[in-house]
């Protein structure tokens, strides 16, 4: 069986805390080091909650790929330090598999580009919940017969970066669909600014955030007469941790950076 060495950046994040569950139930991963703003130098067994792994965490991304052998980064931190991780991890040579969302568009073509210099294997993926890569591909689908379409993507309230970056994709999947279009009446205003949400190539996101929400999406098309709604729900994260370790898996086999899931599924 394959020994896959794995760092994970952000442990006490609800995603984090959820991933070094998900390494504890495979024998094929083996957790080597965390990454954390706190506790330089203690071991992840000895924060209250998470599992009993003896990884060492590290304040310091250099620090611990100069002192770590290391596979695999697994980034669920801030989209700050997420872009920062994932740059050094490719700089180092370890493939970064990365869930932290909010990376601008130039972010990312500059990762891709230093992941194919480098030849480096990256996953770079705003969603790992396979119902939520199935509903940004029927929306895409649908996008081709229903040009006129609303995003409302519903999120916990200590979610940083709006829209999501499921949202984001989701929209850039129906722009490879689908000419620009304004939507709406052309005369529209807003009489509060913000009332129609963010414009996407004429296409409107809406961001709700509430406590009790995890992570929810629909994507709503008009057409006269009828209307389509692709829904998915998040009810738990443990939703993403199948994506993480089928990312892990391929990344291992990547000399280029993927940006999506839906890139790697069959
Ligand atoms: N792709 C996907 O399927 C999913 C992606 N996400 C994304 O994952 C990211 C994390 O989400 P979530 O777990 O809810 O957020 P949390 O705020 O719960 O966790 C983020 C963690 O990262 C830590 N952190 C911040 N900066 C650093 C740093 N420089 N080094 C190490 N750790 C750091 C934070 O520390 P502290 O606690 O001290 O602030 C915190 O513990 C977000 O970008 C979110 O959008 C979320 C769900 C699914
Ligand atoms: O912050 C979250 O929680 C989530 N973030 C990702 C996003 O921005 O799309 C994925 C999922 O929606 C949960």
Redesign the pocket.
């Known amino acids: 069986m394959s020994n896959i060495k794995v760092v994970v ?8 805390s959820e991933a070094l569950r998900m390494i504890e139930k495979h024998d094929d991963l083996n957790l080597v080091a965390c ?4 506790h330089e130098g203690e071991r992840i067994k000895d924060i209250p909650g998470l599992p009993a792994f003896d990884a060492k965490i590290f ?1 310091d ?1 250099d620090q611990c790929f100069q002192a770590v052998d290391a596979d695999v980064l697994i980034d ?7 872009y ?2 994932t740059k050094t991890a490719i700089q180092y040579g370890v493939r970064p598999v ?5 990376f601008t568009s130039e972010q990312l073509a500059e990762l891709t580009d230093l992941a194919e210099e480098k030849r480096i294997g990256a996953v770079i ?5 396979i119902g ?1 890569v199935l509903m940004m591909q029927f929306s895409k689908w649908a996008a081709k017969y229903f040009p006129d379409v609303e995003i409302i993507e519903k999120h ?1 309230d ?4 709006a829209p ?3 949202a984001v994709k989701t929209a850039e999947l129906i722009k490879q669909e689908r000419e620009k279009k304004q939507q709406g009446h052309p005369n529209e205003q807003e009489t509060i600014q913000g009332a129609r949400g963010a414009n996407v190539d004429g296409m409107h996101i809406h961001s709700v955030r509430l406590p009790g929400l995890v ?1 929810h999406q629909e994507v709503i098309f008009g057409s006269p007469g009828e209307n389509l709604t692709i829904k998915h729900d ?1 009810f738990h ?1 443990q939703s ?1 941790m199948s ?2 370790k089928f990312s892990i898996d391929h990344v291992m086999k990547l000399d280029v950076l993927v940006y999506g899931l839906e890139n790697l599924l069959e």
Do not use: C, W
């Open positions: 950046a952000g442990p006490r994040g609800r995603m984090g990454l954390d703003m706190k304040t991304i669920l931190t801030t989209p700050e330090y997420g920062l991780h990365v869930g932290t969302t909010g993926a705003p969603n790992f919940a939520a916990h200590q979610k940083l970066d999501s970056g499921t992570a998040s994260r993403f994506g993480i």
